[in-house]
């Protein structure tokens, strides 16, 4: 097995459910990434971790980068000790994929430093190890748009024998253009995406179902047939968002905000407390966001960094 001494990938933030795609749906973007860097040294050292972010756990049962690696060194039967350094562009806690992001990153350049030749699929499967450090479990909705790009689908599929979960990636409409508004003054909890999960509903009427089936069902089609409009037209969630929403101070002006301004949907971005536009074309994109932030600062939330991006093609080894 050839090896290097020393490897970095990077990574970009995500946005995950798009409205009714709780835990299926994830959308990678170019606004923010993160940076890993992965150097190996002699057998017996463990996993040391080195953060830019003194926020970000330097345990590495707590870091979502080196749960993937410490997953990964075992299942390989690799003993040498690991350096991860991890250099955060994502704000961590906010509903932008920031373990996902890390995490996705130090799978693929462990990957690299090893040769070890892994599928897209196996590498999303590690990568999720990491986000049992922000939401107690895994889950792949983050991870797999972090680290294939694009909008990507994660299906379970029940076949003879179990069930095999897969990750259908499919490629963006080009003149797809998304605003971000993070709320930075707002103080979020640790493993904030476990609480915001703890609080959904354990029962929904069926016709919630049927609605959210519908939607992103024509979510799905929208990026199929590369039709901004039509995705626009599915983001409208009955089930998670009147739960999670009551967490955001200014949800409501946000929201009414970016619709005026110009935005087609408007929603959650993952947990939240972000919130996320779509947008055909960049015509109205700095209104849209200005408005957002707007919308924060009307409900006492003085602090936001609005991005206006568009999908992007994934984590890759630099």
């Known amino acids: 097995m050839v090896v290097k001494s020393r490897t970095t990938a990077i990574a970009p933030c995500s946005t995950a459910n798009l409205g009714p795609g ?20 002699p057998p017996g050292g463990g996993i040391k971790i080195k953060n830019s972010d003194a926020t970000i756990p330097v345990v590495p049962e707590s870091n979502s980068a080196s749960l993937a690696v410490k997953k990964m060194a075992v299942d390989f039967d690799i003993g040498d000790s690991l350096e991860v350094q991890v250099t955060k562009g994502v704000p961590a806690g906010y509903g932008v994929g920031s373990s996902a992001a890390s995490a996705a990153a130090a799978a693929v350049a462990f990957n690299a430093l090893y040769n070890l030749k892994l599928d897209k699929d196996r590498l999303v499967e590690y990568a999720a190890e990491g986000e049992i450090a922000s939401a107690g479990t895994k889950h792949y909705d983050n991870v ?135 947008m055909k074309g960049n015509k109205n994109a700095k209104k849209v966001a200005s408005g957002m932030a707007e919308g924060f600062d009307q409900a006492g939330v003085k602090s936001s960094r609005t991005f206006v991006c568009r999908p992007s093609s994934g984590a890759r080894v630099i």
Not at 28 to 41: F, H, N, Q, S
Not at 156 to 169: D, H, K, M, P, W
């Open 22 to 41: 709780y835990d299926v749906f994830g959308l990678a973007l170019d606004a923010l990434e993160d940076r890993v860097r992965i150097t190996r040294g």
């Open 144 to 278: 797999s748009a972090s680290l294939l790009g694009g909008f990507v689908i994660v299906s379970s599929i029940t076949a003879t024998g179990g069930s095999e979960r897969r990750f259908i990636r499919i490629e963006p409409p080009k003149d797809l253009v998304l605003a971000v508004a993070v709320p930075i003054s707002i103080e979020v909890p640790k493993k904030k995406t476990e609480v915001a999960r703890s609080i959904l509903p354990k029962e929904v009427p069926l016709k919630s179902v049927v609605h959210n089936i519908a939607g992103a069902s024509t979510i799905v089609a929208g990026f199929a047939i590369k039709d901004v409009e039509i995705i626009a037209k599915g983001i409208d969630d009955v089930i998670v968002e009147p739960a999670r929403k009551h967490l955001i101070p200014g949800y409501g002006d946000v929201r009414q905000n970016a619709l005026a301004a110009g935005a087609l949907a408007v929603t959650i971005s993952g947990a939240g407390p972000s919130m996320i536009a779509f």
